[in-house]
């Protein structure tokens, strides 16, 4: 025998209804032995709760009860349900008259939604052919007289069911009322929260049941609420321990007094959908395939009592009196916090709760305020519970962290000292993103980055489409996903939560949307974006002016960007604090030498203790090409010069390498990381630049290019047989003491030295140190190229993405 539950949705007009109907009729075609349990159909309970309380406020409910009418016969005009529809005006019209009603009038009403509903199904299968008997659980459900919320009295329900079931189930389907019973008075009563889950759960242990078959209008039980969190995965199995702590913890699908009956009797539970027949739900039984389940569980609307006093230190029987407050005016506590130091307690209550939880303390410590051994009661409201099921403290560190990194900073937490889980409390308004952040920590199912790009020019542009071209595989490989939700330049932003396409440049020129840092950040909160990485690929100085108000938002920094760090000494200690104090990352390993690993080998080596001495290369990819070529071919300056700006290896502003900028910025960021205090102004750079140029526009200087020849074929003619210019930057002197020596120059070395052997567009770095002597550790490769810049960009993202 097999029970079969069906919820309200799934008994609601058209695929509903038409489903359930399939889904029995299918059974009994097939020969199964089931019985059928149906809750009201649809909204019943509500509309029925609320044409009461209309009847109890003498308004006018008869059009509201003719709507509830309507609606139950819709579809079927010749199933009779007069006689539940005559014991509602009955009973609404009574109500209406006296202007009031009990709970056992409230439990007579709501129970015609069930009985309407057994009825219907009952008669659409009769009429389909099917033997199907309508069963009025108030004749096998015995209950006490707590009206609204009675309890089954097991003994006299079970030999009922029993005898019912001897006789009634040949052939014949029962389809029987959920929620409902009846006391030894014979009056109606209802069972409460998850009334017909009970019922159904209560027939299946009397009938020693093979499975009980619970149909929502879900797939199952889930990780975390998939309407909250997308990334959620439906869980195949699950133990009735970890069904238990579910229920427990807020699962609204289960609860706790309807598993126990299944336990007793080891009687597995499915939870199906209604709407989707072929998706196998999720199967609870005693001996799943796997344990060790963990899902996320929330309490939304909760608040926060706080009851501090500094004469409550060992103090006996404080917290007795508080429960004791509580618990007379039936107010449940879920959480509870108590510091060693006893100065104060927080306790987590229903928000409807709230208000008289503080009037019931306030009247108890009234006393205790007088002598000042209790200072303050107060409430926090609007907070949220999630309780992470099947984590204990000891990998509780992952989502934890992650949730501060997150700035999402948990008013409380506690564990459950047997059983896993563990519990945190957080603003309500921060509870999307908590169980989103946590979601990703906690299963092996895809951490979201969310990423906003600023600058699309080459390298931003080029970045963009490496992201896009490999986000399936990196999901598959490291379980992250990287979902770019803004890309802006100076005058627009294209904004997608879920993520830009393929199509993004076509999105961005049509987008309507200003470029504005301020909107940016506005729109990840409001769509609760977690993890957060701003990209700067711009050269801007102006844009990097955003970057404390990125970090105070949240977002960790990449940046292709060199300006932030070679500002003055005080911002750069400046952004560094603000980056400390709001546990932010800032990556910029393509500030020198573009994709090389350069700045992470410097910093590494300085952390460890080992004594850099100097640093000496070919620092720009722009001038290294430019000189490589020209000193080897019989080509005049200005046509390299046209080339290497066309390659993309320039500057956005040419100019910013020919005069020695680039390279000056890259020779300070280096000094920077041996913690060097170095001011721009202390570097040594030869201007390349003619002087009559220099004040030129961008588009006047590039039209002036030829003027460098003359210059440069003389330099290029001087020089001795066999040698090659290179631009070179060279950071030395006592690297120890508070500032170190930066020179930026033409040099003229041997065509077969270490330098003078560079080819293309690449850079090389000769780092000196004490332990490696006079043959220094050598970075060589590509100095410059979108490509290559894009992809260490890349690299620092994927590094963000793994330190969190
Ligand atoms: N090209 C290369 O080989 C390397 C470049 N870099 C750095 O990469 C950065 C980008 O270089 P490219 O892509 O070559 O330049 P680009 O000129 O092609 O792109 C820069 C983009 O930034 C946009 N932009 C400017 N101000 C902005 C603002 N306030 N907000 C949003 N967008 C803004 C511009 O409209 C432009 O599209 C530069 O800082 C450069 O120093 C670093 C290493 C190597
Ligand atoms: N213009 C720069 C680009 C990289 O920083 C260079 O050529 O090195």
């Known amino acids: ?395 509780f560190h992952k989502p934890y962290n992650a949730l501060i990194k997150n700035q999402v900073v948990p008013i409380l937490f506690n564990n459950t000292v047997t059983g896993k889980n563990v519990s945190l409390v957080v603003k309500r308004s921060e509870l999307h993103k908590a169980l989103n952040v946590i979601h990703g920590e906690v299963f092996e199912i895809s951490k979201k980055i969310n990423i906003a790009v600023f600058g699309h020019g080459l390298v931003g542009g080029t970045l963009i489409n490496q992201i896009l071209d490999s986000a399936i595989n990196i999901e598959d490989r490291k379980k992250i996903k990287l979902n770019i939700f803004a890309v802006a330049n100076s005058k627009k932003l294209l904004l997608n939560s879920d993520g830009i396409d393929a199509d993004w440049k076509t999105a961005i020129e049509n987008s309507e949307t200003a470029s504005s840092i301020e909107t940016l950040i506005n729109y990840a909160k409001a769509h609760h974006l977690e993890n957060l990485i701003a990209v700067d690929n711009t050269a801007s100085a102006q844009f990097v002016e955003n970057y404390k108000l990125l970090i105070e938002n949240g977002f960790d920094l990449v940046s292709s960007n060199k300006i932030a760090n070679t500002l003055s000494f005080d911002f750069y200690k400046d952004l560094r604090s603000h980056l400390d104090k709001n546990q932010k990352q800032y990556l910029y390993e393509t500030n020198v030498g573009a994709g090389l690993p350069l700045i992470d080998t410097i910093r590494i080596l300085h952390l460890s203790g080992e004594n850099i001495t100097r640093i000496r290369g070919v620092f720009s990819g722009t001038l290294s090409y430019l000189f490589n070529r020209f000193s080897s071919e019989e080509v005049s300056f200005s046509e390299v010069l046209k080339q290497t700006i066309a390659n993309g290896f320039t500057e956005p502003d040419p100019r910013e390498d020919l005069y020695g900028n680039d390279v000056g910025r890259k020779l300070l960021i280096l000094a920077r990381e041996l913690d060097l205090q170095n001011e721009f102004e202390d570097v040594n750079i030869e201007n390349l630049v003619p002087e009559h140029l220099r004040d030129k526009s961008v588009e006047a200087f590039l039209e002036h290019l030829e003027e460098f020849n003359p210059i440069y074929t003389q330099v290029k003619e001087q020089q001795e047989e066999g040698h090659v210019l290179r631009y070179v930057g060279d950071l030395y002197g006592d690297l120890q003491k508070e500032k170190g020596k930066l020179d930026v120059k033409l040099v003229s070395v041997p065509g077969n030295s270490v330098l003078g052997q560079v080819k293309g567009a690449d850079s090389i770095f000769e780092i000196y140190t004490e332990s490696y002597g006079d043959r220094p550790i050598v970075i060589q490769g590509a100095g410059a190229g979108a490509a290559v810049t894009a992809r260490g960009v890349f690299g620092d993202i994927l590094k963000l993405t793994e330190k969190g």
């Open 1 to 395: 025998m097999k029970i079969l539950k069906f919820g309200g949705k799934s008994l609601a007009n058209g695929q509903g209804i038409n489903n359930v109907v399939e889904i029995i009729s299918r059974s009994v075609q097939n020969k199964e032995r089931i019985a059928v349990v149906v809750s009201a159909r649809n909204n019943a309970t509500n509309e029925l709760e609320n044409i009461l309380e209309t009847a109890a406020a003498k308004q006018d409910y008869v059009h509201l009860l003719d709507a509830f009418k309507k609606y139950q016969l819709q579809d079927f005009q010749y199933v009779d349900l007069s006689k539940e529809f005559d014991k509602l005006e009955k009973l609404f019209s009574g109500v209406h008259l006296l202007g009031d009603y009990s709970q056992k009038i409230k439990d007579e009403v709501l129970a015609q939604g069930e009985l309407i509903s057994a009825k219907l199904v009952t008669q659409i299968l009769n009429k389909r052919g099917i033997q199907a008997n309508f069963t009025d659980s108030r004749a096998l459900i015995v209950t006490d007289e707590k009206f609204g919320d009675a309890q089954p009295l097991e003994k006299a329900s079970k030999q009922r069911v029993l005898k019912h079931f001897a006789t009634h189930n040949g052939k014949t389907v029962n389809i029987v009322t959920g929620f409902i019973g009846s006391n030894e008075k014979n009056e109606t009563t209802t069972l409460g929260r998850n009334g017909s889950n009970y019922t159904a759960a209560l027939l299946a242990n009397f009938l020693d049941a093979g499975e009980l078959q619970n149909f929502t209008h879900v797939d199952g039980i889930f990780t975390a609420n998939p309407d909250l969190v997308p990334t959620a995965q439906r869980i195949e199995e699950l133990s009735f321990n970890e069904a238990n702590e579910l229920a427990n913890f807020g699962a609204t699908i289960l609860h706790a007094k309807t598993i126990i009956p299944l336990i007793e009797k080891n009687i597995p539970l499915r939870i199906l959908n209604t709407f989707n027949p072929q998706c196998s739900g999720t199967l609870i039984t005693a001996t799943p395939k796997k344990e060790g389940m963990k899902s996320l569980s929330i309490f939304e609307n909760m608040a926060l009592v706080n009851l501090e006093g500094r004469g409550l230190l060992g103090k006996a029987g404080v917290d007795a009196r508080i429960f004791n407050a509580l618990g007379k005016r039936e107010i449940s506590v879920s959480i509870i916090s108590q510091g060693s130091s006893e100065r104060g307690i927080g306790l987590v209550v229903n928000a409807k709760d709230a208000t008289q939880a503080v009037i019931a303390l306030e009247r108890e410590f009234e006393y205790d305020f007088y002598s000042k051994d209790v200072n303050k009661i107060a409430v926090v409201d609007d907070v949220s519970v999630i309780s992470i099921i099947g984590l204990d403290l000891s990998s």
